[in-house]
T-cell receptor, first 116, second 113 residues
Framework: DAGITQSPRHKVTETGTPVTLRCHQT?????MYWYRQDPGHGLRLIHY???????DKGEVSDGYSVSRSKTEDFLLTLESATSSQTSVYFC???????????????FGEGSRLTVL | DQQVKQNSPSLSVQEGRISILNCDYT??????FLWYKKYPAEGPTFLIS?????DKNEDGRFTVFLNKSAKHLSLHIVPSQPGDSAVYFC????????????FGSGTQLTVLP
């Protein structure tokens, strides 16, 4: 199994409070991603990183920011949490493959966030 | 507008029979397709993939078929086992997309003993 650790695994917070989720990898993979999973929507990409300090937006980035100061850590921050951000958040990593094969993602176990 | 669609939210099959999970996509730039399996309270795990240069890829009990003209792929599981009960996500990506995957909404497979 890929070495991916997400923390916290569960969090309950109130509307308007800031929240930071952490993803830590021990695989030295270049690419890191944050997805959210919601019923009827599958997994949707929030932000991703293609290297230290190199990040970009995904499909549902509004209300979220990310930072990657080290290869192994990718942080997802909700500056002011809203009830619509109640979800299960998954971090994923991918190695840098040569050629056109886009390869597979390895996922963490998820962080369940409830915003009251 | 969902670019990857799994129109069946759930599927039940008898143990030993074939399970067929379907997926449709709209983006003609997609050239790599994957299936992920997810158990409750766990992260998705990679199951099988196929490149657009192929129309079939097989790995043990799992076979993925790709019909590019119809923009359709399917996952066949033969024979189905109770341990296969999980949510299956179809995903797609395009070359040069920083390995971003676009996922379908998932199909809950239940294999009945």
């Amino acid at each position: 199994d890929a070495g991916i650790t997400q923390s916290p695994r569960h969090k309950v917070t109130e509307t308007g409070t800031p929240v930071t989720l952490r993803c830590h990898q021990t695989e030295n993979h270049r690419y890191m991603y944050w997805y959210r999973q919601d019923p009827g929507h599958g997994l949707r990409l929030i932000h991703y990183s293609y290297g230290v300090k190199d990040t970009d937006k995904g499909e549902v980035s509004d209300g979220y920011s990310v930072s990657r100061s080290k290869t192994e850590d990718f942080l997802l921050t909700l500056e002011s949490a809203t009830s619509s951000q109640t979800s299960v958040y998954f971090c994923a990593i991918s190695e840098n493959l040569a050629g056109g094969n886009t390869g597979e993602l390895f996922f963490g176990e998820g962080s369940r966030l409830t915003v009251l | 507008d969902q670019q990857v669609k799994q129109n069946s939210p759930s599927l039940s099959v008898q143990e030993g029979r074939i399970s067929i999970l379907n997926c449709d996509y709209t983006n003609s730039m997609f050239d790599y397709f994957l299936w992920y399996k997810k158990y409750p309270a766990e992260g998705p795990t990679f199951l099988i993939s196929i490149s657009s240069i192929k129309d079939k890829n097989e790995d043990g009990r799992f076979t993925v078929f790709l019909n590019k003209s119809a923009k359709h792929l399917s996952l066949h599981i033969v024979p189905s086992q109770p341990g296969d009960s999980a949510v299956y996500f179809c995903a797609a990506s395009a070359t040069g997309s920083a390995r971003q995957l676009t996922f379908g909404s998932g199909t809950q497979l239940t294999v009945l003993p």
